[in-house]
């Protein structure tokens, strides 16, 4: 494919002068001639160039207007300009220089040196063209592994969370809806967008100590006597060292990866997985310091795991569970209004009530079997008029219930 080069200049000898030693060059390149400045802009915006010679003194747009047009235009960044002068004194080939014109010719012009200054400009322009697809490709492929990465990071995360949840098997997709939700609220609560991305992607991982709980504790139907309760509650502190301990096996493979980016996995701190850590080690806290592991109270707690404790909760209770059945959404609810202030967050609990809607959709969306939920009541907020006698005494049955069994785990999940 021909190059194509344009020659500006408003002196129509000149112009004629190029044309009759361009026809030796016809099989090379695919010249055009302008006299007018202006209509040679217009032709560079309707097609495209390679190269232009242009003259710098002329009426209408000086070369250094045309230069200025081109350097700005996205169109026309690309394209070298040569400029034809009779002058070469140094302000003027400073002007032209910062400009970014490709070179600079006198006049009279010796057609043989413009013929190998052209060439130049344009094997220069090829030689870039060529650095900069080599660049763009490099680029690529590292974004295209730094996506594999990811997803294979994330993909990984999300198993380790589902091994947790594998344990009970009427846990279904808990470890889903706990993400989903936590989303949303954090999302309501106008919190940062790579807050609101990280927490949907850590949420899922809350109950990820509870790989270590021996399953007569954790699938027990009936309550749970002093020490079983005092094993279940170890779950955080195993979900933390889950996420937290530094990984021998990572320490020892280090010595034999010849992976290029082994520097990069596993050997640096992971913002991610530090927030998974949190919301481990610190969902099961309550807002009143009451919860444990560490008894922390109020903003103490990481927004994270304040965060995580109601979504955990939530459908804790809309779930079956060895220990409980599932609750409607109006004992659910009141559970909930119960606990704002005391359990939970009530900013948290306040984001958690003007995301009901969407909640209820992803509950829906994401239910462990084909039988949609119950649809909410056409209730008001905080009160909930529609609260039958027998709903008011499993709400009761179950506050009560705090402490001394397992249910103390179905507030937390």
């Known amino acids: ?172 997709r808990h470890v889903i809806r706990v993400g989903a939700y936590a989303r949303t609220i954090a999302a309501t609560m106008g919190l940062d967008q790579k807050f609101v991305d990280d927490l949907f992607l850590a949420a899922p991982l809350h109950d990820v100590g509870k790989i270590g709980v021996p399953d007569y504790i954790l699938l027990k139907p009936g309550k749970l006597n002093k020490e079983e309760w005092e094993m279940m509650k170890r779950h955080c502190e195993l979900g933390v060292a889950i996420l937290n301990d530094a990984s021998k096996f990572l320490t020892f493979a280090r010595r034999f990866s010849y992976h290029p980016t082994s520097e990069l996995i596993g050997f640096r701190d992971d913002p991610l997985l530090e927030m998974a850590a949190d919301i481990a080690h610190y969902h099961h806290e309550r807002w009143d310091g009451g919860g444990y592991p560490c008894g922390l109270a109020g903003a103490a707690i990481p927004l994270s795991a304040r965060i995580t404790a109601i979504a955990d909760v939530f459908d804790a209770l809309r779930n079956t569970r060895p220990y409980k059945p599932a609750y409607d959404i109006v004992q659910s609810l009141e559970i909930l209004k119960q606990g704002a202030g005391t359990h939970f967050d009530p900013d948290v609990y306040e984001a958690f009530i003007c995301s009901l809607d969407e909640i209820l959709t992803l509950e829906a969306e994401l239910a462990d079997t084909p039988a949609s939920r119950d649809a909410p009541p056409d209730i008001g907020f905080p009160s909930f008029p529609h609260l039958n006698s027998q709903s008011a005494q499993n709400v009761a049955a179950f506050s009560n219930a705090q402490g001394e069994s397992h249910d103390e785990d179905l507030i937390c999940g």
């Open 1 to 172: 494919m021909k190059n194509r080069i344009l020659f500006v200049d408003d002196e129509v000898n000149v112009l004629n002068a190029y044309r009759r030693w361009l026809r030796r060059y016809e099989d090379e390149w695919d010249a055009h001639y302008y006299s007018c400045p202006v209509e040679a802009w217009s032709a560079l915006q309707r097609e495209p160039f390679d190269a232009i010679v242009s003259d710098v003194c002329m009426p209408q747009m000086t070369g250094f207007d045309l230069l200025g047009r081109i350097k700005e235009c996205d169109q026309t960044r690309e394209v070298a300009v040569i400029f034809v002068t009779g002058s070469l004194e140094n302000e003027f080939t400073q002007r032209a220089l910062d400009q970014e014109a490709a070179d600079l010719i006198n006049k009279p012009i010796d057609f043989h040196h413009l013929r190998a200054r052209i060439r130049n400009v344009l094997r220069q322009k090829r030689e870039n063209l060529l650095s900069t697809r080599r660049i763009q490709k490099l680029e690529q492929m590292v974004l295209d592994q730094s996506a594999e990465l990811a997803a294979s990071r994330l993909d990984v995360i999300w198993r380790l969370g589902k091994a947790a949840e594998m344990r009970d098997e009427e846990m279904g």
